[in-house]
């Protein structure tokens, strides 16, 4: 068999266990069952599947526009809670129920719920997105990949691990999708800024909220500490919904790149 990267021949009874075969000229890792005799006899490599991914990119997207309106509600929710506590410090510290303040609180539980109803789905639906994001890239026969698709998803759940390798492993698949680089020099293409402003915000976001986090829930909080955590619960909502804005163009536009490159494989 010839190597799709090179054409040098390829031994097939170099085959590791999981079915890859290796080129000894230029490094690139295939399986063995991208590989078909053709009428002349000769191995050639099979035509590429059709790249993975797409639909849960654009399911990744349906949920995150479902969690940026969920983050504008809480923001918009907790402005008016903050206005309408206004000169009211005695009366809520005292319990004096107010129906207005009844109301916006029902109205903040709705949306707050909503929110942290769908952080789950979008964890998972993500982490399958980036799961067959990066299997793309075997697809297009990338030589030098850091990671496995397996251990792409596994970097943004490993503590400590989740503070920077998820940055490497987008940035990884930004390249390799480039669909003007070809399997051996995808790792000279340009980096996303994009990338590298969504996985700052996400940092911030977090960052912020465990900071809030620890002062909301501290005890004997005065009228002021209650302040003080509607506007920053204002602030941790819409660091996220900056943080959700380009997540989604990112999806997007990594969806798009990888079709782009796939039709231009064809």
């Known amino acids: 068999m010839d190597c799709p990267n090179c054409q040098a021949p390829i031994d097939s009874t170099t085959a590791s266990l999981s079915g890859e075969v290796q080129c000894s000229q230029c490094g690139g890792q295939f399986s063995a069952e991208s590989f078909v005799e053709s009428d ?14 797409i639909a849960a990119g654009y399911f990744v997207v349906g949920v995150l526009i479902l969690s940026l309106l969920a983050n504008v509600a809480s923001i918009v929710v907790s402005y008016y809670a903050d206005r309408s506590l206004e000169g009211k410090g005695v009366a809520v510290m005292q319990g004096v129920r107010d129906p207005r303040l009844q109301e916006i609180e029902k109205s903040m539980w709705y949306a707050n719920g909503a929110y942290f109803a769908l952080m789950f789905p979008m964890a998972l ?27 792409a998803v596994w970097s943004f759940v490993i503590p400590i691990l989740n503070l920077f390798r998820p940055f490497y492993v987008m940035q990884e698949i930004w390249k390799a999708s480039d669909p003007r680089a070809d399997s051996t020099g995808w790792e000279q293409s340009p980096g996303s800024g994009l990338i590298s402003w969504w996985w700052f915000a996400h940092l911030m976001h977090w960052g912020v909220s465990y900071l809030v986090a620890r002062e909301v829930h501290k005890p004997d909080r005065t009228f002021e500490d209650l302040i003080w955590g509607l506007r920053a619960g ?19 536009a990594v969806v798009h790149r990888q079709r782009q490159k796939s039709e231009g494989a064809g």
């Not at 191995?43 to 599947?49: E, L, Q």
């Not at 204002?234 to 997007?252: E, W």
């Open 40 to 53: 002349s006899g000769r191995t050639a490599a099979r035509p590429r599947r059709p790249i993975e991914g």
């Open 125 to 151: 639906l993500f982490l399958m997105w980036v799961h067959a994001s990066y299997k793309n890239l075997r697809h297009f026969r990338c030589v030098g990949l850091q990671a496995t698709p397996s251990w």
């Open 234 to 252: 204002m602030a941790v909502h819409a660091l996220d919904a900056l943080t959700t804005m380009l997540a989604i163009r990112m999806v997007l």
